[in-house]
């Protein structure tokens, strides 16, 4: 009794909505689910660093090199604030680094996708980032507070990156038909998984419905992904490129456009594992953190040792 009446009080808060901070009282599914979310999201915004890693070396221009560095700089301090907030509901960082190297948790299937040339960071920047950037911008008015307030400066920064992206891939559109032509190239292989980030339908994603009553998710997936098709189409056009998709057209009834069906199938295999890259992912991921432990051992040493000597002083 005492239990329904404190999810009573809970929900009337978020109804109000007033933010939960980490020291107020939560249903433990609402702690669970929050843990699951935002350390996925964290997951993912490191695990991103390493397809636009593999150009650094490769930009076609010191300026694009700097570019890049800066924008893989802000998806590392976005993994921070998003571990920050994740550790304030009482797990760990060791605890949730073992979750994704055993495969307990996931990040963004998009990142399992190979970037074969210089076109395919323009349309990471373009495409994942403008898909993030979507799906973000609702998550600055999610009902837990550090996740909420971390999202507010996430989101000024992908707003640059889409930028980038979609500087890069416009340059390329206009410039030689060979360039075009890898412009439309990475735009047909990425389009599609961009759609799959914001997972699947309602009907069939599982966590939709207590994530939407509990405030974390503000729109479900389909809301999402149709506000990021809308927008994107008319970004494609401007540039001369081409939606790959033969069931794109406007629905003058419903104010979007209608289109095709996504490959569910290849969506859960690349979440279960089974995409082109999860195991060099993975596998990358796993020998940086193990490389970089005495590092850690380092910092710990001093942090403690500066205490100490405060302690004493």
């Not at 404190?6 to 109804?15: C, G, R, T, V």
């Not at 901070?21 to 843990?35: A, C, F, G, V």
């Not at 993994?79 to 060791?94: K, M, N, P, V």
Request: some cysteine; charged content about 30%; aromatic content about 8%.
């Amino acid at each position: 009794m005492e239990n329904l009446k404190l999810e009573e009080l809970f929900q009337e808060k978020l109804d109000r909505e007033e933010k939960i901070e980490p020291k107020d009282w939560m249903p433990e599914k609402y702690r669970k689910h929050l843990i699951r979310q935002v350390s996925q999201h964290a997951h993912s915004e490191v695990i991103g660093m390493q397809p636009e890693g593999n150009w650094i070396t490769r930009a076609p221009s010191l300026r694009h090199k700097v570019v890049l560095l800066a924008k893989i700089q802000d998806e590392a301090g976005h993994g921070l604030y998003l571990y920050s907030a994740c550790e304030t509901l009482g797990i760990s960082r060791d605890e949730l680094n073992e979750q994704l190297h055993t495969g307990k948790a996931k990040y963004s299937s998009i990142f399992n996708y190979p970037t074969l040339n210089w076109a395919d960071i323009g349309a990471v920047g373009w495409l994942v980032d403008g898909a993030a950037i979507v799906n973000q911008v609702s998550l600055q008015r999610t009902s837990f507070g550090p996740y909420a307030r971390g999202m507010v400066r996430i989101c000024k920064e992908e707003s640059f990156h889409q930028r980038q992206g979609y500087e890069i891939m416009a340059e390329m559109a206009m410039g030689s038909q060979e360039q075009k032509e890898m412009a439309q190239d990475a735009l047909n292989r990425l389009w599609w998984p961009s759609l799959m980030m914001f997972g699947p339908h309602d009907a069939d994603s599982p966590n939709s419905g207590n994530a939407v009553k509990w405030k974390i998710k503000r729109e479900s997936n389909d809301e999402l992904r149709q506000k990021f098709i809308d927008k994107t189409v008319d970004q494609a056009k401007v540039i001369g490129l081409s939606i790959p998709d033969p069931d794109l057209k406007w629905n003058e009834e419903r104010g979007h456009y209608d289109f095709g069906e996504i490959n569910w199938d290849e969506f859960y295999q690349v979440i279960n594992g089974n995409g082109p890259n999860n195991v060099k992912r993975l596998a990358h991921h796993k020998r940086a953190h193990d490389e970089g432990e005495w590092v850690r051992e380092a910092a710990t040493a001093y942090a403690r040792k500066q205490t100490i000597k405060k302690n004493v002083a």
